[in-house]
């Protein structure tokens, strides 16, 4: 899958996607805990409120410039 045809997807299929993609980070905002996952070959942020802990957004991208805000969280293996 790339980053198009998830971007295609409705909200439950998406859901599938990062599922079978790989945890990476969390980081939280005042009203939402971010989820970062690894998906075939791009990124893809879960947007949870903190609330109700209900998916709020999917943001997917392939730019690694925007996982800099998760870097004091992610494990580097080696």
């Not at 075939?40 to 209900?54: A, G």
């Amino acid at each position: 899958m790339d980053l198009g045809q998830f971007d295609r997807l409705d909200y439950t299929r998406k859901t599938e996607a990062i599922l079978k993609g790989t945890f990476l980070a969390t980081r939280i905002t005042a009203a939402y805990s971010v989820k970062l996952y690894n998906v075939d070959n791009f990124y893809v942020e879960v947007y949870f409120h903190n609330r109700s802990q209900l998916i709020i957004r999917f943001r997917a991208f392939d730019q690694t410039a925007l996982v800099l805000p998760y870097l004091d969280e992610l494990k580097i293996a080696v």
